[in-house]
């Protein structure tokens, strides 16, 4: 798609908006319909994954894959023609397996990132819409706000203290101030169109309105779009680790195949026999398929998060979310409905009002402790509802569909309020129009509204009473406003808070304002305090109940709120989250610490952080980091993007999170539920839990192999398996089962048990001693059955079959020991993975049937045993169920002594 008009910085905005055939109230409905299909989606190209045949191919794209395609070929040229023909067949069989799972990873982790949407606000017909991002066309007039990443390219209509960060496009890492009324020449350089608003940008700070002027492709990231889209995705640490494992195992093994082939030789071996037998052993001991086994795992954790509200936007916080050790949660919309609702309004010297009704529906009223307001009371009222009103920037309206609202909570409970009191927004600009605004930011911590009041500026201030007190000189009382009593009104405000409301102060008056474009906070001076409202967003029912989940799982919580300390601590009692009023932290005591040991010591036992501003929030993460916590963070307003990138775990909310929290994130909570970020603590442990699962399996089924070929060769035994009898071996009991092992379902009692150390490895001492014992077992136990078979009299190729059989059914035994590092595989009912027990099932019927099957039989050189010979294999194979059970005992014993020591 072109661009829609040609040089929109160098017009003024009312040209572009008429090039545009548009208006300032923005496009209709059906006008924008039309558009869209004459322009189509806003959206850019996508980088395409890796097609079918491609994943395909990729299979083959291994060292290991060419060493065994050589040794294939070598077979074709000493005419072994069943050899090559087994190796080709393994080649094909493991490539498809291979790309089934791998594609199916790929397409489900593409399907979760279709979950969150850009969405953006939109004027049409004047009033105000969210809407997706894609449905946006030249014409649109686009509402932006800090946090905000802008949407398509905009000309600027308005801007108040509006700041671009374009580093995107320009590589400038400071945030650009923007001037919509600003002309520019036609060559101006795009660093400089101090009057645009390019997508992909991000609203760093300030307001703006800009009408739509190009989208998808015709914008300026559109045409840099290639360079954009292939960016290389990086790879979580855990694969990196694995990777680095494989290729550490792969040089032990191809060491210890070296000297196993240099055994064979000396033993009168042929070189082609020695070579196919150096190429199984290879396959058979590394772990190729670990990476991809792992990928499956993750991916499948990552879709079993996002049923849970929890999108995971890189893989990494799959792993993470198992260590963590700390969570640093919001309050508003976190731990509350995020349904702010005014229930106080308190007047200077005055009992408080009573506000009925809850959330966002504008039904109730409002009475004085004596009733019904007289009409005095009602002026009053009046002036306090029309400060509410003018200083917001929220909407709220009748449609069709009922009661719709969008904005700033605590602006639209104001407006919900003012409707009880029979004003609204829309009427109020009408007669008081409006000039100018200072916009709400959390280090502000206020907003101002000037507005035109019988032909003379005034302001309409609402804020933290702590910031809007300064600027007052008078308190309204009735018909005639008095000198302020600080003390008095600050007194009736920790009452309040005590209570658990949050207080807002609204302030008006008449300012001296020469240019009505410089609005700004020093001339908001000598203005009427009009009162407070006291506000309540009630806890999430959940919220308590996840709380004391964390607590058992031995994770700390604390809450980390811009809200008044008395407001915090209502809350945090509610909660159960406090032991003592010492654990409150307030922003003012972080602002005083005076170096890091100081700070350190503040945050080391709090559980309540108030009156924080967001750039502190960084500052108490690093604070927890340094005391060892792995530290997980929620945020969702554009300064909170620091402390969500420090921390080990940055959690934006899905509904209020601004774009550049989402984008900072590792996790999104699209519920914005507290108990949802508990609920993803639990699936990251099930998730890291079952990658282990799978190393496990890979890995010691791999070293068994190589326990039983190196004792056969330095005893003196002929092989024990040869070359095509290894690679089935692989092939049917690594085929599906590791993979099986990714979809392992939770075992019970993952929020009952401490985190993980964050520092400790994937191969800790547990994993250790489970991969040697193992082992040892069924490498040992094989070797003793291979020559106890010799002994018998059977012969080689006899006891070739009867070895295969029992490693196969050692491998099969083994993988339900896999299951659980710690309980007891009676106790663990296999019907709760049907997917691993019939695939297990599935491969042991496949050797059963290569036994009888004429042709690969032979070139298995395999064939049926008796009944009592399966009875007697059978029952060696469990010997690693009994030992492996034996170890989890063991272990229990030692951990429950260390417990009572």
């Known amino acids: 798609m072109m661009q829609s008009v040609s040089t929109p910085h160098a017009r003024s905005a009312d040209a572009v908006v008429d090039a545009l055939q548009g208006s300032r109230h923005g496009l209709s409905q059906a006008e924008a319909a039309a558009r869209l299909e004459h322009y189509g989606p806003n959206r850019l190209p996508r980088a395409q994954p890796p097609g079918l045949a491609q994943v395909f191919l990729r299979q083959f794209a291994s060292p290991l894959i060419y060493v065994l395609l050589a040794a294939a070929l070598l077979s074709l040229l000493i005419r072994h023609w069943s050899d090559a023909g087994f190796i080709f067949a393994v080649l094909l069989l493991n490539a498809v397996i291979g790309t089934l799972q791998e594609f199916s990873a790929q397409r489900a982790a593409l399907s979760l990132g279709e979950l969150v949407a850009t969405r953006c606000r939109v004027l049409r017909s004047g009033d105000s819409y969210?809407?997706?991002?894609?449905?946006?066309?030249?014409?649109?007039?686009?509402?932006?706000?800090?946090?905000?990443?802008?949407?398509?390219?905009?000309?600027?209509?308005?801007?108040?203290?509006?700041?671009?960060?374009?580093?995107?496009?320009?590589?400038?890492?400071?945030?650009?101030?923007?001037?919509?009324?600003?002309?520019?020449?036609?060559?101006?350089?795009?660093a400089e169109r101090r009057n645009m608003a390019f997508a992909g940008t991000l609203a760093a700070r300030g307001r703006g309105q800009g009408v739509v002027v190009a989208t998808g492709l015709g914008t300026e990231l559109g045409r840099i779009a290639a360079d954009v889209l292939?960016?290389?995705?990086?790879?979580?640490?855990?694969?990196?680790?694995?990777?680095?494992?494989?290729?550490?195992?792969?040089?032990?093994?191809?060491?210890?195949?070296?000297?196993?082939?240099?055994?064979?030789?000396?033993?009168?071996?042929?070189?082609?026999?020695?070579?196919?037998?150096?190429?199984?052993?290879?396959?058979?001991?590394?772990?190729?398929?670990?990476?991809?086994?792992?990928?499956?795992?993750?991916?499948?954790?990552?879709?079993?998060?996002?049923?849970?509200?929890?999108?995971i936007r890189r893989l990494v916080a799959v792993e993470a979310l198992g260590s963590c050790t700390f969570i640093a949660t919001d309050k508003t919309g976190t731990l509350t409905v995020n349904q702010l609702t005014a229930r106080r309004i308190l007047f200077p010297r005055q009992q408080p009002w009573e506000v009925s009704g809850e959330g966002m529906i504008p039904e109730g009223a409002i009475r004085t402790p004596r009733g019904?307001?007289?009409?005095?009371?009602?002026?009053?009222?009046?002036?306090?509802?029309?400060?509410?009103?003018?200083?917001?920037?929220?909407?709220?309206?009748?449609?069709?569909?009922?009661?719709?609202?969008?904005?700033?909570?605590?602006?639209?409970?104001?407006?919900?309020?003012?409707?009880?009191?029979?004003?609204?927004?829309?009427?109020?600009?009408?007669?008081?129009?409006?000039?100018?605004?200072?916009?709400?930011e959390s280090d502000r911590m206020y907003a101002a509204s000037l507005n035109r009041v019988d032909g003379r500026p005034h302001a309409f201030v609402k804020g933290a009473l702590e910031r809007v007190l300064p600027m007052c000189t008078r308190m309204a009382c009735g018909d005639v406003d008095s000198r302020i009593d600080a003390a008095a009104i600050e007194a009736q405000a920790q009452d309040l808070a005590r209570q658990g409301f949050r207080v807002l102060a609204l302030a008006t008056g008449e300012v001296g304002v020469e240019d009505e474009d410089h609005f700004t906070a020093e001339q908001l001076r000598g203005l009427a305090l009009l009162g407070l409202v006291g506000m309540i967003d009630p806890l999430r029912p959940e919220a308590k109940s996840a709380i004391a989940a964390c607590r058992r799982a031995g994770i700390r919580v604390a809450m980390v709120t811009g809200d008044h300390p008395q407001t915090a601590l209502a809350i945090v009692r509610e909660l159960e989250l406090l032991e003592g009023d010492e654990q409150l932290v307030t922003g003012p005591q972080l602002q005083q610490a005076g170096d890091e040991a100081a700070l350190d010591r503040l945050t080391r036992d709090a559980r309540v952080f108030a009156r924080v501003e967001p750039s502190q929030k960084l500052g108490i993460v690093q604070s927890l980091q340094r005391q060892g916590h792995f530290v997980a963070v929620s945020g969702d307003g554009a300064?909170?993007?620091?402390?969500?990138?420090?921390?080990?775990?940055?959690?934006?909310?899905?509904?209020?999170?601004?774009?550049?929290?989402?984008?900072?994130?590792?996790?999104?909570?699209?519920?914005?539920?507290?108990?949802?970020?508990?609920?993803?603590?639990?699936?990251?442990?099930?998730?890291?839990?079952?990658?282990?699962?799978?190393?496990?399996?890979?890995?010691?089924?791999?070293?068994?192999?190589?326990?039983?070929?190196?004792?056969?060769?330095?005893?003196?035994?002929?092989?024990?398996?040869?070359?095509?009898?290894?690679?089935?071996?692989?092939?049917?009991?690594?085929?599906?089962?590791?993979?099986?092992?990714?979809?392992?379902?939770?075992?019970?009692?993952?929020?009952?048990?401490?985190?993980?150390?964050?520092?400790?490895?994937?191969?800790?001492?547990?994993?250790?001693?489970?991969?040697?014992?193992?082992?040892?077992?069924?490498?040992?136990?094989?070797?003793?059955?291979?020559?106890?078979?010799?002994?018998?009299?059977?012969?080689?190729?006899e006891a070739r079959n009867g070895t295969l059989l029992l490693m196969v059914l050692f491998e099969n035994i083994h993988v339900f020991n896999s299951r659980s590092e710690t309980r007891s595989v009676f106790r663990h009912s296999p019907l709760r993975n049907p997917l691993l027990l019939l695939g297990t099932a599935v491969a042991q019927l496949v050797h059963i049937g290569a036994m009888y099957t004429p042709g690969l039989r032979d070139v298995l050189r395999i064939q049926p045993v008796s009944w009592q010979h399966w009875l007697e294999l059978l029952g060696l194979a469990l010997s690693v169920l009994l030992a492996m059970e034996l170890h989890k005992r063991v272990r229990a014993w030692s951990d429950n002594r260390e417990d009572k020591g």
């Open 130 to 190: 969210e809407i997706d991002a894609t449905g946006l066309v030249p014409g649109d007039i686009v509402l932006l706000e800090a946090g905000d990443r802008v949407p398509a390219d905009l000309r600027l209509l308005v801007a108040h203290d509006l700041e671009l960060d374009e580093s995107l496009l320009t590589g400038e890492s400071l945030p650009v101030a923007k001037q919509a009324t600003a002309l520019l020449p036609t060559d101006t350089v795009l």
């Open 230 to 311: 292939g960016q290389a995705l990086g790879q979580a640490p855990l694969l990196m680790r694995m990777q680095r494992f494989t290729r550490l195992v792969a040089v032990a093994v191809g060491v210890a195949a070296a000297v196993m082939a240099v055994v064979a030789l000396w033993q009168g071996m042929s070189y082609s026999d020695v070579f196919l037998l150096a190429v199984a052993l290879a396959v058979s001991g590394i772990p190729e398929g670990l990476p991809v086994a792992l990928t499956v795992a993750l991916a499948t954790g990552m879709h079993r998060m996002a049923k849970r509200h929890v999108i």
């Open 372 to 440: 019904v307001p007289d009409e005095a009371e009602k002026a009053l009222l009046e002036r306090l509802c029309l400060a509410a009103v003018l200083s917001s920037e929220a909407f709220l309206g009748q449609r069709e569909s009922g009661w719709v609202w969008h904005g700033d909570a605590v602006d639209v409970a104001l407006l919900v309020m003012a409707h009880k009191a029979g004003i609204n927004r829309a009427e109020a600009l009408n007669r008081c129009p409006e000039l100018a605004v200072i916009p709400f």
């Open 639 to 797: 300064n909170d993007a620091p402390a969500l990138h420090a921390a080990q775990v940055g959690i934006a909310m899905g509904r209020s999170g601004t774009d550049v929290a989402r984008e900072n994130a590792d996790i999104i909570i699209t519920d914005d539920h507290f108990a949802s970020i508990v609920a993803g603590v639990e699936e990251g442990r099930i998730a890291y839990a079952n990658v282990r699962k799978v190393i496990f399996l890979l890995v010691s089924t791999g070293a068994a192999e190589l326990v039983l070929f190196t004792l056969a060769l330095f005893t003196g035994q002929p092989l024990p398996l040869l070359a095509v009898q290894l690679l089935w071996l692989n092939l049917v009991t690594n085929g599906i089962q590791d993979v099986a092992l990714a979809f392992e379902p939770g075992e019970g009692g993952e929020l009952q048990r401490p985190p993980r150390p964050p520092q400790e490895p994937v191969f800790n001492r547990l994993m250790i001693e489970r991969v040697l014992l193992s082992a040892l077992v069924i490498g040992v136990m094989a070797f003793l059955v291979y020559q106890w078979l010799l002994g018998r009299g059977f012969s080689l190729d």
